[in-house]
């Protein structure tokens, strides 16, 4: 079945950096755009930075915009982001997003489960 799992969230002071991971499963990753997203408290989700199957394309939300990277890597499964220059306002969970993928049952999107990061000092 389709996977996505996060990882490397964690508390980070502002101003730091911090990493994040996301492995897919299941389906022909190299083929699929991805996304990040994100929610932090009392607020709805939003779209953090979203990437083309072959990584040439890359689009960030205003806010993250030249302190953020995405970035994947295809042989791995994987997406990452790069996030540098962490506000308070970067406090939320971050979701892998698969958007669009084609299965069986047409179009699917899919979402991993989540990786908490706080921005904090």
């Known amino acids: 079945q389709v996977q996505l799992v996060e990882s490397g969230g964690g508390l980070v002071q502002p101003g730091g950096s911090l990493t994040l991971s996301c492995v897919a499963s299941g389906f022909t990753f190299s083929v699929y755009s991805m996304s990040w997203y994100r929610q932090a408290p009392g607020k709805e989700r939003e779209l953090v930075a979203s990437?083309?199957?072959?990584?040439?394309?890359?689009n960030y939300a205003g806010s993250v915009k030249g302190r953020f990277t995405i970035s994947r890597d295809n042989a791995k499964n994987r997406i990452y982001l790069q996030m540098n220059s962490l506000k308070p306002d970067g406090t939320a969970v971050y979701y892998c997003?698969?958007?669009?993928?084609?299965?069986?049952?047409?179009?699917?999107?899919?979402w991993g489960q989540g990786t908490q990061v706080t921005v904090s000092s």
């Open positions: 990437i083309t199957r072959a990584g040439d394309v890359t």
């Open positions: 997003q698969a958007p669009a993928v084609l299965t069986r049952y047409g179009f699917t999107e899919y």
